[in-house]
């Protein structure tokens, strides 16, 4: 298996080294910013290529994990290659990738990336797409050299996907940055809360999110909800949020 | 150390069980509802009693576990006992003991508890106040012996630490409940999105949430809200949600 990589931020970093691991060869690392190439390429024993005609042509497979507005115009680059091409957006449609490689599709990982964190991708859900059933066949052996979950799901449901995850990772972590503030202001370690922030992630793991709600919310505990719309009265936003999130959980409760 | 158990729901419950297997004797169980006591009692070996004049008047410690409003009621129940008396609450102040037992305070294990799910307390944070020092150290020495994470917070810092835990706990597993409601409503698996909730929660271990926050909001990317709000047309709440987390992720970048 050969592999161009194109892109040089998290997601790009993370499949890199896993496909390398997995005994791909990483011809070429290609990115807007060549020192970043440069870094990716030293790690996974590719060349760092400048200039589009540097482009090895004879790849299996060209992925690529840059942000979402630039995908067009790379895909427009790749016309002439012999391999398939892969994005790995979870908000960009596989249509941007029309004429693209001798068969395009999606690689989308359900996952959020850190540089400075390690992820195990067998655990990492893969979100598959081809434009044909071949192609589709031949990225789901591409994902399953990463991954145990690989699930073929099309572009309306990997937007819904994408949306999704923005609440239950994107919003949760802002939510435990508010806690921390709260903490901070009040002379307490966010140390207190990290065992409850694993718990709430853990429970469902195997548990449905509605039956394990537990607080002032779902209890009607008006006199609780009351005093922490007090203790939150010099912001008017978190206010908000509180009343906005409490009336949810109330109303969804069964 | 014996110990009278007053109250039977999910903290009563775990905490009781929890010190039974420290070797403390629990010798009574009291509720509201006396079949949940019975439940109780037959778990940690102990008498449920009905009545407050079956209260044995010689246990160590009296621990209040049951919803906040009724905990006044019962500490007045409690101004003849010879041990201390313990309420277990987040919201409620020490001071609705006043008069109880041979001293006072308050042990507030800061975990989400479920009924069905086992919690190791060994690493729930336990956060005690007593209302002199000698009667402080009692409850630490108590605490201690279910948990390596014993904190002093007064009644105040309480507050806000389970203001703080709404957030973190309750309101981050209700954008866990809109994001499987999103999912289902387009034939798509939770699964897909449970190693991300994980990992999530895990990335806050050791990080600073506002330095691992991800997603279209700190990234600007506003072709990416623009079409999260328009799957979002059809309700108007989860628009305003994802509006006011958005811009509130973006201010608090740094």
């Known amino acids: 298996m050969k592999i161009v990589c194109i892109g040089s931020g998290n997601v790009a970093t993370h499949l890199s080294i896993a496909f390398k691991a997995m005994g791909a060869d990483i011809l070429q690392v290609w990115s807007r910013d060549h020192r970043n190439a440069e870094i990716l390429a030293a790690l996974t024993k590719a060349k760092p290529i400048r200039?589009?005609?540097?482009?090895?042509?004879?790849?299996?497979?060209?992925?690529?994990?840059?942000?979402?507005?630039?995908?067009?115009?790379?895909?427009?680059?790749?016309?002439?290659?012999?391999?398939?091409?892969?994005?790995?957006?979870?908000?960009?449609?596989?249509?941007?990738?029309?004429?693209?490689?001798?068969?395009?599709?999606?690689?989308?990982?359900?996952?959020?990336?850190?540089?400075?964190?390690?992820?195990?991708?067998?655990?990492?859900?893969?979100?598959?797409?081809?434009?044909?059933?071949?192609?589709?066949?031949?990225?789901?052996?591409?994902?399953?050299?990463?991954?145990?979950?690989?699930?073929?799901?099309?572009?309306?449901?990997?937007?819904?996907?994408?949306?999704?995850?923005?609440?239950?990772?994107?919003?949760?972590?802002?939510?435990?940055?508010?806690?921390?503030?709260?903490?901070?202001?009040?002379?307490?370690?966010?140390?207190l809360l990290r065992p409850l922030i694993m718990e709430t992630a853990e429970k469902v793991q195997s548990a449905s999110p509605a039956d394990v709600q537990t607080g002032p919310a779902i209890r009607e505990d008006q006199e609780t909800m009351k005093n922490h719309l007090e203790l939150l009265e010099g912001s008017p936003d978190l206010q908000q949020l509180y009343q906005l999130l409490s009336l949810r959980i109330k109303n969804s409760s069964h």
Chains 1, 2 share one sequence.
């Open 51 to 191: 200039k589009w005609d540097e482009l090895d042509l004879s790849a299996d497979c060209y992925i690529i994990a840059v942000k979402d507005d630039a995908i067009p115009e790379i895909a427009a680059q790749l016309t002439g290659v012999k391999g398939i091409v892969i994005h790995t957006s979870g908000a960009t449609a596989m249509s941007v990738l029309t004429g693209a490689g001798s068969g395009y599709g999606v690689l989308y990982p359900l996952q959020t990336f850190s540089r400075t964190k390690a992820v195990d991708l067998t655990k990492v859900p893969l979100c598959i797409e081809g434009d044909t059933p071949a192609t589709e066949d031949k990225i789901s052996a591409i994902a399953h050299l990463l991954s145990h979950q690989v699930s073929v799901v099309n572009s309306e449901q990997r937007k819904i996907l994408h949306l999704a995850a923005v609440f239950a990772c994107n919003f949760s972590n802002h939510f435990y940055q508010i806690s921390s503030e709260l903490l901070a202001q009040h002379q307490l370690k966010f140390d």
